[in-house]
């Protein structure tokens, strides 16, 4: 199975979010409706990315607190719900640009059962890093301009 257009900006649209990037989920909320993608289909996706950016926090709040001798606390589930190929794959891009390693796996296994092809997985996960790097390109602009007044 190939990508759509459509279904490669929702999922950019999901992995942006997930980023925190204002600036690239504004560009990719736009060219998912461009695209032919419905309102509900782009809620979806950013309701999946911030699950994932909310659990990747849970868990590395809980392995933190575990090695200051707190009770840690059970991992979050996966997504809730069927699990398509889309939502598959913002979760892996996600999950990805947030750096929660240990769900790459669970994630990645989501996705094969979900029918997702390696070559698809693959080019969504160069466009997570790809909107990962094009957001911290945006994070730094108040730090260059904070260097050339402090010179």
């Given amino acids: 199975m190939t ?11 999901g992995i942006s979010a997930a980023t925190g990037c204002k600036s690239c989920t504004h560009f990719h909320l ?4 461009e695209a032919g993608a419905t309102d509900a289909e782009i809620r979806q996706a950013i309701d999946d990315a911030l699950t994932v950016r909310r659990q990747a926090a849970d868990v590395i709040e809980a392995y933190a607190l575990a090695r200051l001798g707190e009770e840690p606390r059970a991992e979050s589930p996966m997504l809730p719900g069927e699990v398509t190929h889309i939502r598959s794959l913002v ?3 996600s999950a990805f640009v947030v750096n929660w390693v240990s769900s790459l796996e669970r994630y990645l296994e989501c996705a094969e059962r979900a029918g997702v092809s390696r070559p698809d997985v693959l080019e969504i996960i160069a466009l997570a890093i790809a909107i990962r790097e094009r957001a911290e390109a ?3 602009r108040p ?6 007044e402090a010179a």
């Fill in 143 to 148: 730090i260059r301009a904070f260097e050339k």
């Fill in 91 to 93: 979760a892996l891009g």
């Fill in 3 to 13: 990508l759509t257009h459509k279904e490669k900006e929702i999922v950019a649209a």
């Fill in 30 to 33: 736009g060219a998912a409706r």
């Fill in 138 to 140: 945006f994070a730094r």
